[in-house]
């Protein structure tokens, strides 16, 4: 799997209502069509028991790695497994956040000729 996400809502204030969070969070928001890993999107948080919005890159890196560049391969965790699964664990007990998105596509066909499906 890919990992490419959608988040097309033409107005960010309407997003900021849903998330409950302020609504200058989204003052730099744009729609997005293809958002893949390693760049960057925006994230919701709880700091401090207040809802926050913060920019981040699209991605898990490992605890154990050496640098950044492994965290567009550990994108995709089974719910059935995150508790469990090493990559995963800590991320998932200790650091949870939202990832705002309205819809997910993966890129089918040869390389030279790819599509959305």
């Known amino acids: 799997m890919c ?3 959608t988040i097309t809502r033409r107005d960010g204030n309407s997003i ?13 928001y744009r729609p997005r069509y293809n958002v893949a890993p390693m760049q960057k ?12 919005v913060i920019p ?7 605890s154990g790695a050496k640098d950044a560049s492994m965290a567009s391969k550990c994108i995709n965790a089974r719910s ?3 508790e469990a699964r090493p990559a ?13 998105a ?7 066909g040869p390389k030279t000729a790819r599509q959305p499906a």
């Open 3 to 5: 990992g490419r996400f």
């Open 16 to 28: 900021a209502a849903e998330l409950g969070v302020p609504a200058d969070s989204f003052v730099d």
């Open 41 to 52: 999107h925006f994230i919701v948080r709880i700091k401090y028991e207040n809802r926050e």
């Open 56 to 62: 981040a890159t699209w991605g898990l890196v490992k």
């Open 80 to 82: 059935e497994t995150v």
């Open 88 to 100: 995963f664990r800590d991320a998932f007990q200790k650091r949870r956040c939202v990832v705002p």
């Open 102 to 108: 309205d819809g997910f596509f993966e890129w089918t």
